[in-house]
């Protein structure tokens, strides 16, 4: 009966989307009378657990083993769906990531339940099943009845925010029945990133393109990132022209992003670097072309070279702190 | 009387032999998907006598066609001696038609100097495949068994000729033997030049060379007769009616595929949709899986390749050291038939071998073409490439769902936002707030009703860069008073990128919904900036009801200079040098190749041309959904060949008009660090400046 809800760990580690989305189940799990179980896969430390039930899981089911180290979107689904069906649970929700929009899915093929993505906020009627998700690029919003007996949500990440709850979860483990065959991924080696804010995740990015003349140039760029706590990005030639590391390409055909502050430097703004970054909510521009494209799609800009202003927007945030 | 029953022998199973194989090719080629080409009679002879008879095509790279026409010419006059030894061997007469007395030995000298001219080709061929080894000769898919074909075919043809001159020398000096039964008849201008080097020899030798030479030729006549059905030079037959079937429409228009409208009306109104979809009910499979999915005409390209590979050397894919080799795709069908072929041959009609086009012809090299054209426009005898490369793509995408990520992408932007990039449709309207638009709802609103729709397209709606040019070009729209009204919001995507990516329901989705918009406001003429949305529109709409009167702006500006009412009133670009770039779905793909060149001449003297160009010019690279996409691996990016190209001519200015065109071309300049000396503009940028607008 409870309402059950998946987060993902990163490293052993849950990060903010996962107590955002206990909070959520908590409050839908309130609206329903019931109570809330989290599934927790992969090696996680019993005081991390601990954490989900700070913002109102009352039970926290663990999956640990070997299998499971490695996030398999198929596997995941399976043991999920078995979770489900121990706990009889109708309600479960995933975030609306990578991740859970890969798990969703099959969870609602294999629980013949009705699935909706990128919901907003709580259901806005219980009966019939409603929820709220953005449609048309965010310009509207539809009302979705799920009519299933099983419903499946994917939350839209920073929609409904942490709310702390008093209580304490139980730990259990929970091993699932998965044969030989369905272990189809096999990690040979990971390499990580150390000390560096992961692009996606950013609230605030700075990026540099060809403008940037050259990749030892990067110095004032880097140290205005680490000031505003932001990542680092770039346009495509840069990262073709072995400039900085190809992850940190941005654009159609690199990464998609949308922090709330974007700032381009010596981006000219070829569509396909826009198409990546459009969505950002405030794009500041520093360009010494007064006709260059980047102008457009800026909130503000900054006619001039960046190696004059960079400095100055550095020594300004230092002010400012 | 041996000689003649040996003879007619010979020549019974070779004619029973060829006719066989031929019945074969024919079968396979039928084996492909019918379809009806029996339009403009009269339009395809005249491409035939022009392009397979008069050779049109192979002239625009001279030594090799003078050395062609030498061989094919020489081929067709030689075949009138063909007639008199198959006379002669049939009914044991020596030179039958000597009797027709002096004229036979012009005759004979005319075809000893055809014979010398076809030696002469041959050999010069030999020289530039195997000594200089001519790139497009040397190609990955050039291996062992294509190189092999080629030589055998040259080193055939001189041996063949050679024995006609030999017997013809032999043949002369026999007849000065007092009381041989050659008659004398004469010599012959060519053959006399060798008979000095056989003067040495006894009658009996002289006798056993001239009838060696003879059934030389004849044997190997017919054994090469019987080489053809199973080498490239099979076309020596195919490429006349391969011409005559000839793609009429223009290049850029790609086939329709009722079977999809059925689907989608179903989805758009379910009582059309269920009509529509019991028409179109007998397909069963979207895209091309293996041979019998392409059409017929398809598979006669195939047998009528003679791998020469003009359109590998004009591939931009191919230029850029992209896997993809237009020739190996028609190499790998007619490859892949030959072995369905052998299969019904040997184990009947029915039976399966599990493999299919994709077990010769990789997705990478799928997808690194750009649908620009360049092959087509290349190949001496129509064969048309792109077809079987979109019938392919459309397999993977719709069958397979396996188009590349990026690409998945853009078809899920196309039908959220109708645009490939995920703007939001609202916002389509947004370059011009600052300036002055005439929208249609509102002028239909106040029961206006505008000559022209001017079609923006995505680019002009959200490239900030191309934004510009939309700009300038409602400015010029302004300034000539013209009575027009764009859709703003209600404007979407036309498909033109998810069509030429083998996504044909988002493609008619699109084009339906469109068609909709566009006569419910009864619009009859359209203006356009985008060459691609224009090649939709003029080509690929009217199949599908949308028929419009559809004008390309670069048209649209030559008319309005010619007629005076556009004057070109400052000379800012008059000292500038401009070179032209034709984007591939302009110049190529629809034949408009000088009007924007003469819009150019307006505003500056100094016009310079890049190497390629026109109908040789070289894509930019994003045509085909290449724009969304990372290219395929390779030694180089497009873009950047074709900005050398301008680079080369030492312009100051490179002139595009599309939107694709241009972003790659900015890109190019910038990789090049160019940016000071080459600037690139669109044509409707430069007459608004020059206008002062």
């Known amino acids: 009966m409870a309402v059950l809800v998946y987060t993902e760990n990163w490293d052993g580690k849950f990060k903010k989307l996962a107590f955002e989305l206990v909070s ?47 996030l398999d979107n198929r596997l995941y689904a399976t043991a999920i769906s078995q979770v489900a069906e121990k706990e009889s649970s109708d309600f479960i929700v995933l975030s609306n990531n990578n991740t859970g929009k890969a798990i969703a899915p099959r969870l609602s093929v294999r629980l013949k339940g009705g699935l909706v993505t990128g919901v907003i906020s709580v259901p806005d009627s219980l009966d019939p099943f409603t929820v709220i998700k953005k449609v048309y690029s965010g310009k509207a919003m539809a009302k979705v009845v ?69 990749p030892d140039n990067w110095g004032p760029l880097e140290e205005l990132a680490t000031l505003l706590g932001a990542a680092t990005a770039c346009s495509r030639p840069v990262s073709d022209e072995g400039w900085r590391p190809h992850e940190e390409h941005t654009g159609q055909t690199g990464k998609i992003i949308a922090p709330n502050l974007y700032i381009a430097v010596g981006i000219s703004g070829a569509i396909q670097h826009l198409a990546g970054i459009s969505s950002s909510k405030y794009i500041v521009a520093i360009n010494t072309d007064k006709d260059a494209p980047i102008f457009e799609a800026a909130d503000y800009g900054i006619v001039g070279d960046a190696f004059k202003v960079l400095p100055e927007l550095i020594k300004a945030v230092r002010e400012a702190k | 009387m041996v000689k003649q029953i040996i003879f007619v022998l010979i020549l019974a199973c070779a004619i029973y032999f060829f006719y066989n194989n031929v019945r074969i090719i024919a079968r396979n080629i039928r084996l492909g998907r019918d379809i009806s080409i029996n339009d403009n009679r009269w339009k395809r002879w005249m491409i035939m006598l022009r392009v397979a008879i008069g050779q049109s095509k192979m002239v625009v790279r001279p030594v090799s066609a003078i050395m062609h026409i030498l061989v094919y010419v020489g081929f067709i006059i030689i075949n009138i001696e063909m007639l ?128 060696f030479c003879w059934w030389f030729h004849i044997v190997g006549v017919l054994a090469f007769l019987n080489y053809i059905p ?124 599990g493999k299919s086009l994709f077990d010769f012809i990789s997705h990478e090299e ?37 188009a590349p990520g990026e690409l998945n992408s853009i078809f899920t932007n196309i039908e959220n936002n109708g645009a490939p990039w995920q703007f939001s449709p609202e916002d389509r309207l947004v370059w011009a707030e600052k300036i002055e638009v005439p929208v249609m709802a509102d002028l239909h609103a106040r029961g206006v009703k505008p000559d022209y729709l001017f079609w923006v397209g995505c680019a002009g709606a959200f490239d900030d860069r191309y934004k510009k040019v939309a700009r300038a070009f409602t400015k010029i729209l302004n300034h000539l008073k013209i009575n027009y009204a764009v859709l703003g919001t209600e404007e979407s995507c036309t498909g033109d ?54 004008i390309n702006y670069t048209l649209f500006l030559r008319d309005q200079l010619e007629s005076g009412k556009l004057m070109i009133s400052s000379d800012i670009f008059a000292d500038k040098s ?79 008009a599309c939107p694709f065109c241009m972003t790659m071309l900015t890109d190019g300049i910038k990789y090049k660090n160019k940016e000071e000396e080459l600037k690139n503009y669109d044509i409707a940028e430069l007459i608004a400046l020059s206008l002062n607008l």
């Open chain 2, 84 to 211: 008199e030894i198959l006379i002669d061997g049939i009914f044991g007469t020596h030179r039958l038609f000597s009797f027709i007395g002096n004229s036979y030995n012009i005759l004979i000298t005319v075809f000893e100097f055809f014979a010398i001219g076809v030696i002469f080709g041959c050999i010069i061929f030999l020289v530039r495949r195997n000594i200089l080894r001519l790139k497009r000769f040397w190609n990955k898919e050039m291996t062992k068994w294509p190189r092999t074909d080629a030589n055998i075919i040259l080193i055939t043809e001189i041996f063949l000729m050679s024995a006609i001159l030999l017997m013809n020398a032999s043949d002369t000096l026999l007849q000065s033997f007092p009381g041989s039964h050659y008659a004398n008849i004469g010599g012959f201008t060519v053959s006399s030049f060798i008979a000095p080097l056989l003067s040495g020899m006894s009658e009996g030798s002289l006798v056993f060379v001239e009838r």
């Open chain 2, 230 to 353: 199973y080498s490239k030079h099979f076309h020596v037959f195919l490429a006349f009616p391969n011409v005559y079937y000839s793609k009429l429409k223009p290049k850029g228009e790609l086939e329709n595929m009722p079977s999809i409208t059925g689907e989608v009306m179903l989805m758009l109104n379910e009582e059309v949709g269920a009509a529509a979809e019991e028409e179109a009910a007998e397909e069963i499979s979207f895209g091309a899986k293996d041979v019998n999915d392409l059409t017929w005409k398809s598979l006669m390209d195939a047998y009528t390749c003679t791998e020469c590979g003009r359109c590998t050397s004009g591939c931009p894919a191919s230029i850029t050291g992209k896997k993809l080799s237009p020739r190996k795709i028609i190499m790998d069908t007619r490859d892949r038939l030959e072995i369905v072929g052998r299969n019904i041959n040997k184990k009947g009609k029915d039976f399966d071998d």
């Open chain 1, 146 to 214: 799920i009519k299933s007996k099983i419903r499946i949500l994917t939350l839209a990440q920073n929609s409904f925010g942490l709310v702390e709850a008093a209580g304490k979860a139980n730990i259990e483990s929970f091993t699932p029945e998965v044969s030989a065959e369905a272990i189809t991924i096999n990690v040979i080696n990971a390499e990580k990133q150390t000390g560096k804010i992961i692009l996606t995740d950013a609230e605030i990015v700075v990026s540099g393109g060809r403008g940037m003349k050259s």
């Open chain 1, 24 to 70: 959520y189940a908590k409050k839908l799990a309130g609206m329903l009378n019931t109570s809330t179980t989290a599934v927790s896969i992969g090696n996680v430390d019993k005081s991390e657990l601990e954490k989900l039930g700070k913002y109102g899981a009352n039970k926290i089911l663990t999956i640990q083993g070997d299998n499971f180290n490695v």
């Open chain 2, 578 to 656: 401009i070179t032209y770039h034709d984007p591939c779905y302009l110049g190529r793909c629809n034949d408009i190749f000088d009007p924007p060149r003469e819009v150019l001449d307006t505003i500056s003297s100094r016009k310079v041309e890049m190497k390629r160009n026109k109908s040789f010019a070289l894509c930019c690279g994003a045509g085909g959904g290449q724009m969304f996409k990372e290219a395929e691996k390779g030694d180089k990016e497009v873009f950047i060949e074709r900005i050398e190209d301008a680079l080369e001519t030492g312009a100051d200015i490179i002139a595009t």
């Open chain 2, 366 to 402: 799928l997808w690194a073409c750009t649908t620009c054209n360049a092959c087509t426009i290349e190949c001496p005898v129509n064969i048309d490439h792109v077809s079987i490369i979109v019938e392919l793509r459309r397999y993977l995408v719709m069958e397979m769902a396996s």
């Open chain 2, 497 to 550: 990128p998810a069509r030429r990516a083998g996504n044909e329901m988002v493609f008619q989705m699109q084009a339906l919904t469109n068609i909709e918009v566009l006569n419910g406001y009864d619009i009859k003429n359209i203006i356009t900036i985008c060459p691609h949305c224009y090649n939709v529109f003029k080509n690929e709409y009217p199949e599908l009801g949308g028929k419009y009167n559809v």
